[in-house]
């Protein structure tokens, strides 16, 4: 590889990422002739140097938090020549990170970068024109990160998303899902709905414990009605590694699946809010080429 582009978010992790910005530069100029180093000022900036830049780099390295690689891998996933793309996590969660084997220090995931491990993974496209490397969710996934305040999720980190979870099953907003996927379909009342492509929502891997990155399919859960006995269910699904089971789940994996709901739900793509229902949902397998950690962390169906 000859060229590399370091795309960072200066307010990602209250700065630390900053911090290592020297000894990163440094240790990437060593392994490659030409480093290209953007720090961003707003949302927006780092997939309009993509959109202008990327073709032309090798490696594009995402360094900031789930927001930052969303925008990232949603401008890099339009190009016709994608270059390959790492992350360094410095979020809060850092979600994908994890489900990629990524150390959560800094200079070691830098290390793992330097490995160059490559692996090609799937991408959810939402109505052909959005997309997502980790969760697509609406109902009470949505509800959750709209009350987290931003001060508590630095402070708290992943035990604000749990607080709030356990705060909005006690005042659940059911609504009405008609969904529709490669070899069955669902019409009920909902709580909410998962689409995975990664197995790490809030820093745990809970919702979807034998996750795939490279099946060309997406694992959905449907939560039909937010109760303690749903919730435990996810949770120990974490420690035992099975399907999470409960009367109030649905769950299934499909390459493609359409859904209405009424009324209409916002969206929830990799944390970051998204429109409107109804949707269109699909894998695309393979679609990015992605620099991974040492150990691969989700296991085979």
């Known amino acids: 590889m000859e060229r590399v582009d370091l795309i960072i978010n200066p307010m990602a992790g209250q700065g630390r990422l900053l911090e290592h910005l020297p000894q990163i530069t440094r240790r990437l100029k060593e392994h490659f002739p030409s480093v290209n180093v953007l720090q961003t000022e707003a949302p927006g900036d780092g997939a309009k140097w993509v959109k202008n830049e990327g073709g032309e780099a090798d490696l594009v390295i995402a360094a900031g938090g789930d927001g930052t690689v969303h925008e990232l891998a949603n401008a890099l996933s ?25 150390e959560q220090d800094i200079p070691a995931a830098l290390d793992q970068i330097l490995q160059g491990r490559e692996r090609k993974v799937d991408v959810g496209v939402v109505d052909e024109e959005r997309f997502f490397l980790n969760f697509w969710g609406i109902g009470l996934i949505t509800q959750v990160s709209a009350q987290i305040d931003s001060k508590n999720k630095e402070r708290y980190g992943r035990l604000a998303y749990y607080l709030s979870a356990v705060q909005n099953l006690l005042d659940p907003r059911p609504f009405h899902l008609s969904i529709n996927w490669d070899d069955g379909s669902f019409e009920g009342e909902a709580a909410m709905l998962l689409a995975g492509n990664g197995s790490y929502i ?36 974490h420690v035992t590694r099975e399907w999470p089971k409960s009367d109030d789940l649905l769950y299934f994996h499909t390459r493609r699946f359409s859904i209405q709901a009424e009324p209409a739900q916002s969206i929830d793509c990799d944390g970051e809010k998204d429109g409107f229902t109804p949707s269109e949902i699909r894998s695309l397998s393979g679609h990015l080429t992605i620099l991974t950690g040492e150990n691969r962390t989700d296991k085979p169906k």
């Open 78 to 102: 339009l190009l016709s020549d994608r270059p390959r793309f790492a992350i360094l996590p410095g979020g809060t969660c850092n979600d994908f990170s994890r489900a990629i084997g990524m």
């Open 202 to 237: 809030g820093g745990m891997q809970g919702f979807f414990p034998h996750s795939r990155l490279d099946d060309g399919q997406l694992d959905v859960l449907v939560v039909k009605e937010a109760s303690l006995d749903s919730l435990w269910s996810m949770l120990t699904s």
